[in-house]
């Protein structure tokens, strides 16, 4: 069975560029949810998505969007980078919804400067 | 709205220390799902345990095991016979059953010294 992957690990932008980040699920989960952790906090939800259609919304602006493929892979966008985007972006597969075990990816860990 | 509290920010044990881990949660919700998960310095989120709002039971696994009461709105993880290699982020979340995301506490960094 393989598990939650991303690409890329490390990723350096510039404020005001625009970065995508990938994501593919475990075998057989048909959810991706996006989280980005802070620094020394806990993981914020972005948002999920299920087949391919946006399942939930966390609080974050519409610069951050996303697409999920009919494999269930996902892509998470950002626009306009800024300062405060500087993140571990993690990526979770599931079966359906948050009542679910999610499965989560090693992350991306992105640096905007 | 989910709400979860880790009140312990470090913890730090000498190996073979039993340790237990906070977890408060707030939740208007009937039915919902508490999470633990742990992150060790790689960054991968890892999960260990998913428990229902209508188990109450208390679960042991090797020497993981988790206390829940739902009359204090409590999740405590204990390690039993701590180790180094369990030197991580611990980090309690709760879902609602229709909800769709993991509402994540700020965690609780546990170091192990031998």
């Known amino acids: 069975e393989t598990g939650v992957t991303q690409s890329p690990t490390h990723l350096i932008k510039t404020r005001g560029q625009q970065v995508t980040l990938r994501c593919s699920s475990q075998?057989?989960?048909?959810?991706v949810s996006w989280y980005q952790q802070a620094l020394g906090q806990g993981p914020q939800f972005i948002f999920q998505y299920y087949r391919e259609e946006e399942n939930g919304r966390g609080n974050f602006p519409p610069r951050f969007s996303g697409l999920q493929f009919p494999n269930y892979s996902s892509e998470l966008n950002v626009n306009a980078l800024e300062l405060d985007d500087s993140a571990l972006y993690l990526c979770?597969?599931?079966?359906?919804?948050?009542?679910?075990?999610?499965?989560f990816g090693p992350g991306t860990r992105l640096t905007v400067t | 709205a989910q709400k979860v509290t880790q009140a312990q920010t470090e913890i730090s044990v000498v190996e073979k220390e039993d340790v237990t881990l906070d977890c408060v949660y707030e939740?208007?919700?009937?039915?919902?799902?508490l999470f633990w998960y742990k992150q060790p310095p790689s960054g991968e989120l890892v999960f260990l345990i998913r428990?229902?709002?209508?188990?109450?039971q208390n679960e042991i696994s090797g020497r993981y095991s988790w206390n829940f009461q739902k009359s204090t709105s409590s999740f405590n993880f204990t390690i039993t016979a701590s180790q180094v290699v369990d030197s991580a982020v611990y980090f309690c979340?709760?879902?609602?059953?229709?909800?769709?995301?993991?509402?994540f506490g700020a965690g609780t960094t546990v170091t192990v010294r031998a």
């Open positions: 939740t208007r919700d009937t039915t919902y799902y």
């Open positions: 428990r229902n709002s209508f188990d109450e």
């Open positions: 075998s057989g989960h048909n959810t």
């Open positions: 979770a597969s599931s079966l359906q919804g948050g009542s679910y075990e999610q499965y």
């Open positions: 979340a709760l879902s609602a059953s229709y909800d769709y995301k993991l509402s």
